[in-house]
């Protein structure tokens, strides 16, 4: 392969960069899934990125001529994302979730989840007229999810809720970024433990899913993902398992609890055999989404009551 100053010498404006990193992208077959589909978007955001210039005006700009240094920045890019599989966002420290951008790095998951379209419609028709004045995102990563919330939900408190120092990390910067520090915190908590005493309205959890099988499959992008983030034991359930035990005590009487556990969908079905649930059914693509009631976590879950700390 041509060295880096040899391409930069004769690659010139925007337009010839795009072309040569789809050309890249193709013959190296990396994987898309983490915010494009397909070589041609994914050349579109890391060259615009590189040089700065914002998504969506680049027609006035494809022929503009790159320096010296703009040219090396996006071959090092390209480099990156071919040879090392770095997923998209981290190398922009960018992803988008619910029509929000967000701060991302290997800290924290990148935000794909289908609960987007949840967040947009104000989770209608489970949550109608309701006021919704107290929100938990439950491993909560960088705080996509809760910070959408917040932002549709324009009255709710909302915490943040992981186990991940660094991920959280993240979620405060991710907060302090939009402003919502006097509504949205963040609490280092194993799920439910370190929210004694406390209840909300609505419940949101994207917890780890991913059986082992999946998990030693995944294509190498995903292995720059934290590994917590993802795994969860054998059939993908251990932490979902524990949030059905335990959610409606962290629920009002009307409360609601969305989660998603993606392709392990099935194996939780075949898990609690006699449990109907209820599979939300997305407009914009996604699977693997359910809602419950509090009325139907005790109707259907044992549930583990978690005593109160001292002093709550």
């Known amino acids: 392969m041509e060295s880096g100053e040899s391409v930069a010498q004769q690659l010139t404006t925007i337009r010839d960069y795009i072309r040569w990193a789809v050309t890249r992208f193709n013959k190296a077959d990396i994987y898309f899934g983490h915010g494009t589909d397909n070589a041609m978007d994914e050349a579109l955001r890391l060259v615009l990125f590189a040089v700065g210039i914002p998504l969506g005006s680049q027609a006035d700009f494809l022929d503009a001529k790159l320096t010296g240094q703009e040219r090396l920045a996006v071959l090092a890019l390209i480099d990156q994302r071919v040879e090392q599989r770095m997923p998209l966002p981290y190398l922009l420290g960018e992803a988008w979730f619910a029509g929000l951008s967000f701060k991302v790095d290997s800290r924290v998951l990148i935000p794909r989840s289908p609960v987007a379209e949840l967040i ?19 491993c909560t990563g960088g705080g996509c999810i809760g910070i959408a919330c917040a932002h549709y939900f324009a009255e709710a408190s909302v915490d943040l809720a992981d186990l991940s120092e660094g991920a959280l990390e993240v979620a405060n910067e991710n907060i302090t970024s939009y402003e ?31 059986d082992s099988e999946d998990l030693a499959a995944m294509p190498a992008e995903y292995q720059h993902e934290p590994a917590m983030a993802l795994g969860s034991g054998d059939d993908g359930l251990d932490i979902t398992r524990r949030i059905l035990k335990q959610a409606a005590n962290y629920l009002t009487d009307k409360g609601l609890l969305v989660v998603e556990v993606g392709n392990s969908g099935i194996a939780l079905e075949q898990a609690y055999p006699d449990v109907p649930f209820t599979w939300i059914e997305f407009e914009q693509g996604g ?26």
């Open 287 to 312: 699977h693997g989404v359910f809602i419950f009631s509090k009325a139907e976590l005790l109707e259907y879950f044992r549930t583990d009551v978690i005593p109160a700390k001292a002093g709550n």
């Open 180 to 210: 919502l520090n006097h509504r949205v915190k963040t609490v280092q908590s194993d799920l439910f433990n370190g929210l004694a005493g406390q209840q909300y309205q609505l419940i949101v959890s994207n917890p780890p899913y991913v």
């Open 120 to 138: 947009q419609q104000g989770f209608e028709p489970w949550l109608p007229y309701q006021a919704v004045g107290r929100i938990l995102d439950l």
